[in-house]
């Protein structure tokens, strides 16, 4: 089994987006746009809407009716201002900080974000929301969504996982020069049989993780997602080093926690049943070799109360997905079983 600890991505490790977070100057059907320029259109309650010019003397073309001339890049919320007043439901963005607000009163003027009675925080920007490991919140952007990461130290893994795309292309580069590329189709389907092949959906793989990347000081990673659909969705992205941590035994345990709650009545009949979140929770016994326990033991303090990507299979393995928890350890015991080999007893649950 192995292990990513994430880096955590920072304003200046994030160099490209192509997935609006401040929105450009609202647009001016008066003047005339060059290839590539940008502007925005304001919706309701906050919401904002930004589009690329897609030709040279683009005058009088509104950019939500004309595909032709404009290119839409995604959805934002307005930038906050202690000057402005907010209705209740209004959204309003962090762009230093990167968290999304709405306003839970009328009147809504002059009170700082960090006011809980006036602002509710509901979840990173869409820009960041890919890159929060402690919710499931999705970045969702048209196709193609294209990030640039530059760590500034080694990292040699990634993981993508919650996503819905049809193609992901990887691309590392030092110096200016490509040190690795990959290109990976995402589209599956499972067929079992002459009537699966003939009428069985087509679907998409939701995760992968690669491990192989050079691990250069330098390295400037490229990530573009594809979908057929119009719109790409993923929740995290991760990147860092990776770990091995032992060889898992047989029959390791995949369970979770529900948290859906049911009443009854006196009769033992079902009076309400309210749907929440399973989150799903991995049991495994580890073999690892004398030789590697401490620096195991060193790791598992480095991740103590920490999120990270824990894996054992690759993504053509049927149980790959499995065995693939984005999460934290809730137990991790050492057992010195052997004179040369000692198991690891590991609980691993999801966020």
Known sequence: ????????????????SSVPEVASP???????????????VAGTLGLISEYQSLQAANNGHAPASSPTWWKWLGDTYQVYSGAATY??????IDPVAHWAYESKSAGNIGNALTDDVHWLRIGRTNRWAMFYLQTDQRTIAPSPLTIV??????????ALRRMVANAVEITETSSGDTVFSESINLNT???FGYYDYCFAPFSTKPAIVRDNLP???????????TATSGLVEVTPCVIGRHYYIGDIEYSPKIGGKNYSTVSRHFDGSINEMTPRLEIPETRQTLVLKKNRVNSVKKLKSQLNGKIAVWYWLTDTDGYFDL?????????FEFDLAYPEHAK???TVEEI
């Open 323 to 331: 065995l693939l928890v984005d999460g934290f350890w809730t137990s």
């Open 149 to 158: 990461l530059t760590a500034g130290e080694r990292i040699d893994a990634l």
């Open 87 to 92: 209705v209740v439901g209004e959204r309003v």
């Open 26 to 40: 609202a647009y001016d059907p008066g003047a005339t746009y060059a290839v590539d320029a940008t502007a925005s």
């Open 344 to 346: 690891i007893n590991l």
């Open 189 to 191: 389907r499972e067929v």
């Open 215 to 225: 691990p250069y000081t330098n390295g400037v990673i490229t990530i573009t997602l």
């Open 1 to 16: 089994m192995s292990v990513i600890v994430p880096l955590e991505i920072t304003d200046a490790i994030l160099t490209y």
